[in-house]
């Protein structure tokens, strides 16, 4: 059931086993696991159905250098389905070496390894709809598939993993009907404000893992009410879980789950860029766009630097894919990147943010204009096929893909991010219309992240030569420019309350259990010790699916097969 926050009577204590505290990808999923599973659950989500200003402003906080840092509002969306209505919808699992402890990454190593997620993985890809759990070639076509790069047999980069795309999927519209007529209180406009437990609102201070008994929860419209669980989960995104987590006094008044300074910590996000120039005009084939799987699921191919690879040159994880020419520089000719480049203004900031750079003079507006009538024909047709496979269709065309008439590529990367604990999110000074201290963040990269993008980089080089199939042309020096660029990664908002066994240098458990508090658990990216190459949204599902089974055991109610828990 569904129901609005603001019709609660004002004061009321609510009563359930579980409180889930958001209502994007983690917690719709979650909620969706446990509705067979005999346990009274309440999710609160802060926004509505719709987009609403006041919701968003919620988000507001600053930043310490605007260069590397989008404003803490863009990239996450305060309404029901959360960031799954903004997402662009590629999914990709991590990789085993990804959970590894491994000496040359500082702060790595996780207390599950990817065993521990694969028997979720396949729900969560159903959840997300990207098909099904086939991540190469070899396993997602029955079908011959032509080569990505004709000739390329390399024992540094593989062409065979994938990236599946889903519709994109907004999980709000898409799982709403499935949870207003299930048993699961969906309450919206209703925005958690505090966790306590009963000695914290006394004194201040509480035992090492005592429980939390108490949600205070608010709306913008000046309604208030609590919830009182047997546990919480807080799912809600890794800027927001750690903002939750610091405003609520916790053991020793610095933050719940924060004894040790640790929340807030280690915040990541990836690293990336474009650069480059890749001639692959000797290789025997190239195809660079999307292939449609045998269940209808679009998926593209990229380099990956294999994992003996990442341990020989001792670098994080990375991926490249091949890339049209840079959009803001007219030279390229195209009609349709110029016309997306004029278009930049009512293009969302989230994806028009590349379209900037390099401050268009009158000369190059009027390049870019040139190339719009002189590629009309094109432009035209490409623009028919966008609207007709992008803006009309259900499962939408992922990206634009330009074929270079010479097959010469700029290359995409995005690569793993070393954890840090001095790049981290804290609570402001300012408040927000809830009284609620607002977020600064300080991200943060290290001398290892320019060291993967430039060691991966010369050995995709050095690969492209040794096979024959072409060459790739790049400055050494500009990679550290060109990866800061842009600065964090759009939404992916990695590590503020990391998983681990020592609570010194994490917050939650191999379960997602804060070490603090017994009863309250974390199902989002903030758990996430590494950041991997890969989008973090499948992941936080499977991981969610995971905790929903902890939860059912927990909590006492029977276990479900896995296969059944979203059904």
Known sequence: MIEDANRIPAGSALHADLCIVGAGAAGIALALALQDSGLDVILLESGADRPDAAAQALYEGTVADAR?????????????????????????????????????????????????????????????????????????????VRPMIGGFDSDAF????????????????????????????????????????????????????????????????????????????????????????????GANGRGLGNARDVVGRYYMSHIAGTLGAADLSRAGSVWHGYEISDEGIYCRRRLALRPQAQRALQVGNFIARLHHPRIPDPGHGSGILSALYLARPIVPYEYAKRLYGEAPGR??????????????????????????????????????????KNLRFSLDFHAEQEPNPSSRVKLGRAVDALGMPRIE?????????????????????????????????????????????????????????????????????????????????????AVFPTSSQANPTLTVVALALRLADHLRKTYGAPRATIGSQAR
């Open 158 to 249: 593989s062409t065979d993993t994938l990236e599946r795309f889903s519709c994109p999927t907004d999980f709000g519209a898409r799982y709403r009907r499935r949870l207003e007529r299930g048993p699961v209180r969906v309450l919206l406009n209703a925005n958690l404000t505090r966790l306590s437990g009963r000695s914290m609102a006394q004194s201040g201070a509480s035992s090492q893992g005592e429980p939390i008994d108490s949600a205070q929860v608010r709306t913008l419209a000046g309604n208030h009410f609590t919830v009182q669980a047997r546990g919480y989960v807080l799912a809600a995104g890794g800027l927001e879980v750690a903002r939750l987590l610091l405003a609520s006094p």
């Open 363 to 404: 000369g190059a507006m009027l390049a870019h204009l040139r190339n719009v009538v002189l590629d009309a024909p094109g432009t035209a047709a490409f623009l028919w096929n966008w609207l007709r496979r992008r803006t009309l269709a259900e499962r939408k065309f992922p990206s634009i893909i330009m074929r270079p």
């Open 441 to 525: 963040i300080d991200w943060r990269y290290t001398e290892r992240d320019v060291t993967t993008v430039q060691s991966a980089l010369a050995a995709l080089a050095q690969a492209f030569e040794q096979t024959g199939v072409g060459r790739l042309d790049y400055a050494p020096d500009q990679v550290e420019a060109e990866m800061t660029r842009y600065g964090a990664y759009g939404g992916h908002h990695i590590g503020t309350a990391r998983m681990g066994t020592d609570p010194a240098d994490s917050v939650v458990d191999a379960q997602c259990r804060l070490h603090e508090a017994d009863n309250v658990y974390i199902a989002s990216a």
């Open 68 to 144: 590397l840092h989008p404003p803490p509002d863009h990239y996450r969306v305060r309404r029901f389905g959360g960031s799954t209505t903004l997402w662009g919808g590629r999914c990709l699992p991590m990789d085993a070496i990804d959970f590894e402890r491994r000496d040359y990454i500082a702060h790595s190593g996780w207390p599950i390894g990817l065993d521990d997620l694969l028997p979720y993985y396949p729900r969560a890809n159903q959840l997300c709809e990207a098909g099904d759990f086939a991540y190469t070639v070899q396993t997602a076509f029955t079908r011959p």
